[in-house]
């Protein structure tokens, strides 16, 4: 290994994925390599449904374009130069790339081999794998598939965009702080945990005092309820009237325990405006709270939306 092509790659990492969470010069619309383990999924779950259709025909082509893909990505991707996967990347590829007539009897192989895939890839320690993949990386090119599959399984993982864009940030300013020590790559350890529990705030009104109790009688069912003068930071808020929903979300990142509030509210507002023919009765503020060191803390929801819009578009976009 030439030790000077694997620091210049290093350093171009630490700037390059921040370019990309980022999405400067449109590089997440060009991105082409997915989460190995959602793609997998995919493409298990469609060979299930394809082997109990009654009509099978199209999913069957479905199933091949799928696996078509599949074979792209496991051609291109990091792992493929580790010893822990190179084996069942291998196996895979070479049942995949066979004539149509032959991979049609080895349909089911694919499917073994897929499912045994996805579990090692599932046990495994995906961070550690791409730290000692970006520890022996000398192709700039290369280092560009390494970045768009990391972020794919961040994603995957559940981090929202917000929350990766800030963190990438942060590392390139101690980066320079520090001497430019590509040490700092091992830092990834730090998104090698598990969500935690965020109570997420939201202040809504009720715009009908005929529509007041049924809309409090179905958020209730989703969320904890209290009136303004019952909750303890209230005068955070302004307006006279209007209530507090909270809930508890399991999330790695604040922003994405927002953004999973906002999806909640909004399809109960919709959910109740469709019950009772209204529309628009509900209406929540456009910053969500949380508490941390016995303060409140707004976001505006908007834009996080827009964020967690985009997180899913990169999850499910080129994956079909």
Known sequence: MDENKILKCQKYYIFK??????????TLEEKRTECLIQY????????DEYRKALDPSKLKRAYEGLIEGLDF??????????????????????????S???????????????????????????????ILCLEREEVFGEMDIL?????????????????????????????????????IIHNLTELDRQPIGHTIYIKFVIRSDT??????????????????????????????????????YQALDITKAVSMAAKEFGETKELFDMWQGVQGCIRDDQQYGWVENNRLNLIMVKKRIMLRCLDMWIRTTRAK
């Open 211 to 248: 529509q007041l109790y049924p809309a409090l009688q179905l958020l209730q069912k989703q969320f904890i309820i209290e009136k303004k003068e019952d909750f303890s930071f209230g005068n955070m808020w302004r307006g006279e009237e209007y209530y507090i929903a909270h809930k508890e």
């Open 40 to 47: 997998l999924e995919l493409s298990i779950n469609t060979y």
């Open 17 to 26: 994925i921040r370019d990309i969470v980022n999405n400067s010069f449109h």
């Open 147 to 183: 970045i768009e599959a990391l972020i794919s399984d961040l994603l995957y993982k559940g981090y929202s965009l917000a929350y990766l864009i800030e963190w990438f940030k942060n590392q390139q300013t101690l980066f320079m702080k520090n001497g430019q020590d590509v040490s």
């Open 100 to 130: 149509e007539s032959e991979r049609n009897k080895e349909l089911h192989n694919i499917y073994c081999a897929m499912v045994c895939l996805k579990k090692k890839l599932c046990a495994a320690d995906i961070i550690g794998d791409y």
């Open 73 to 98: 990505q496991i051609q291109h991707h990091p792992f493929r130069k580790l010893d822990l996967y190179k084996n069942d990347f291998t196996h895979l590829h070479k049942l995949i790339a066979l």
